[in-house]
C-alpha cells in the first residue's frame, strides 16, 4: 500500500518560512518523480516543485528563488523549504509521487501566511 505522509504546515506570518516534509513507503522512490503542489481555496491544484530521481529540480515561477526542494533516497523523504512567505502562498500542500502511468498523492498539509 502506497503512503505519503506530509507534515510541517502551518501557521507563519510574511517573510517567515516552514519545511514541510513528505515520508513515502510502499513505493521504490529513488524511481520516482517526486513533487510538490497546492490547492488555494477556489483555485485549481498547481504545481510548486519537483525533483527527479538523478535531482533535477523545477519550480514554479511564483516560487522560485524562494522555495527549495530536496529529496533523500536513503530515507525516502522529499522537503519544501518554503522562504519568505507571502499571503499568496497559503494553500494546502500535497505531496506527489509519479512514475509514468502511476501517480500517487498525499492527504495534503494547510500552509497559512497571516499575520
Known amino acids: 500500500q502506497v503512503q505519503l505522509v506530509e507534515s510541517g504546515g502551518g501557521l507563519v506570518q510574511p517573510g517567515g518560512s516552514l519545511r514541510l516534509s513528505c515520508a513515502s513507503s510502499g513505493i521504490i522512490f529513488s524511481s520516482y518523480i517526486m513533487g510538490w503542489y497546492r490547492q488555494a481555496p477556489g483555485k485549481l491544484r498547481e504545481l510548486v516543485a519537483i525533483?527527479?530521481?538523478?535531482?533535477?529540480?523545477n519550480y514554479a515561477d511564483s516560487v522560485k528563488g524562494r522555495f527549495t526542494i530536496t529529496r533523500d533516497n536513503a530515507r525516502n523523504t522529499v522537503d519544501l523549504q518554503m522562504n519568505s512567505l507571502e499571503p499568496e502562498d497559503t494553500a494546502v500542500y500535497y505531496c506527489?509521487?509519479?512514475?509514468?502511468?502511476?501517480?500517487?498523492w498525499g492527504q495534503g498539509t494547510q500552509v497559512t501566511v497571516s499575520s
Open positions: 525533483i527527479t530521481s538523478s535531482g533535477t529540480t
Open positions: 506527489n509521487a509519479n512514475l509514468i502511468f502511476r501517480n500517487h
